[in-house]
Nanobody, 127 residues
Framework: QLQLVESGGGLVQPGGSLRLSCGAPGFTLNYYGFLWFRQAPGKEREGISCISSRNGITRYADSVKGRFTISRDNAMNTVYLQMNSLKPEDTAVYYC????????????????????WGQGTQVTISS
């Protein structure tokens, strides 16, 4: 069973940056599309970004567009979420997910394609 592991969460001030990482020790992730979700206290889970398994196509929710960047390093079997210009409303538990999509050259931000999930990492934006 593929188990994703996130890291990189923490406490930062508004306007700061964090980079989250997602990997699966012992597994090759090249064939999977990846997604990032987040869930704030009392709110529903929100899909925020995805990256295709091929050609690195990326998509973002409006709430993070222009501030967050998803990327993947297949050689390192790792997916990243670079988060800049962080706001208090970005405070949430962030989850990465992986799945096989019908079109490897595209991605869709939906949990329907997420087959494997990480345990989540807390991101807190506060002064």
């Amino acid at each position: 069973q593929l188990q994703l592991v996130e890291s990189g969460g923490g406490l930062v001030q508004p306007g700061g940056s964090l980079r989250l990482s997602c990997g699966a020790p012992g597994f090759t992730l090249n064939y999977y599309g990846f997604l990032w979700f987040r869930q704030a206290p009392g709110k529903e889970r929100e899909g925020i970004s995805c990256i295709s398994s091929r050609n690195g196509i990326t998509r973002y929710a409006d709430s993070v567009k222009g501030r967050f960047t998803i990327s993947r390093d297949n050689a390192m079997n790792t997916v990243y979420l670079q988060m800049n210009s962080l706001k208090p409303e970005d405070t949430a538990v962030y989850y990465c997910a992986a799945g096989l999509t019908p079109d490897p050259d595209n991605c869709i931000i939906t949990s329907r394609v997420a087959r494997f999930w990480g345990q989540g990492t807390q991101v807190t934006i506060s002064s």
